[in-house]
T-cell receptor, first 111, second 113 residues
Framework: SQQGEEDPQALSIQEGENATMNCSYK?????LQWYRQNSGRGLVHLIL?????REKHSGRLRVTLDTSKKSSSLLITASRAADTASYFC???????????FGKGTTLSVSS | NAGVTQTPKFQVLKTGQSMTLQCAQD?????MSWYRQDPGMGLRLIHY???????DQGEVPNGYNVSRSTTEDFPLRLLSAAPSQTSVYFC????????????FGPGTRLTVT
């Protein structure tokens, strides 16, 4: 079964607002990653957070990881219409090397 | 670098036909994977490989076969296509050196009628 579950499934906001997506997972992990997928396209890696890290920033992205709760959140600040996409969290189990994906959050940013 | 390439981009098969989806990477990554993406299901792992000659099953391996004879190539074979295999297929590669950040190909959209 899939490792990660994103919440919410869909999110609609206005340009300039912040968008927060959450991810929960089931087993111990080596790291957790977030990916973006624009409609009809492949996945693009956004950010990776290792199991011994609690917070990471990259541009307008902020990721947190709480291994005790087996959860992560992705915050996109000052959203733009170009951020409209599906966002997936994916985990690397400690014992494996292949990513296990959640079902994704669909973000719509309107101008 | 071309990164991860996949061919074909689109394919229509009849039930029972077989075909091979091609995947190649030029980054010398040791790990390669195949995923399928269905609406509302995210990506599910089909098969993966940790190096030439070594493959293993993922979450949904039935009906698919893989081999890894070289570091660069990781073809996915559909043995006898079924409508349930209608999906978008993504190949990805990674290396332990970057904590398994995956590089994805553009995908193959397969329809089985």
């Amino acid at each position: 079964s899939q490792q990660g579950e994103e919440d919410p499934q869909a999110l609609s906001i206005q340009e300039g607002e912040n968008a927060t997506m959450n991810c929960s997972y089931k087993t111990s992990i080596n790291n957790l990653q977030w990916y973006r997928q624009n409609s009809g396209r492949g996945l693009v890696h956004l950010i990776l957070i290792r199991s011994n890290e609690r917070e990471k920033h990259s541009g307008r992205l902020r990721v947190t990881l709480d291994t005790s709760k087996k959860s992560s959140s992705l915050l996109i600040t000052a959203s733009r219409a170009a951020d409209t996409a599906s966002y997936f969290c994916a985990t690397v189990p400690q014992a494996g090397t292949a990513l296990i994906f959640g079902k994704g959050t669909t973000l719509s940013v309107s101008s | 670098n071309a990164g991860v390439t996949q061919t074909p981009k689109f394919q229509v098969l009849k039930t029972g036909q077989s075909m091979t989806l091609q995947c190649a990477q030029d980054m010398n990554h040791e790990y390669m994977s195949w995923y399928r993406q269905d609406p509302g299901m995210g990506l599910r792992l089909i098969h993966y490989s940790v190096g030439a000659g070594i493959t293993d099953q993922g979450e949904v391996p039935n009906g698919y076969n893989v081999s890894r004879s070289t570091t660069e190539d990781f073809p996915l074979r559909l043995l006898s296509a079924a409508p349930s295999q209608t999906s978008v297929y993504f190949c990805a590669s990674t290396t332990s050196g970057n904590f398994y950040e995956q590089y994805f190909g553009p995908g193959t959209r397969l329809t089985v009628t």
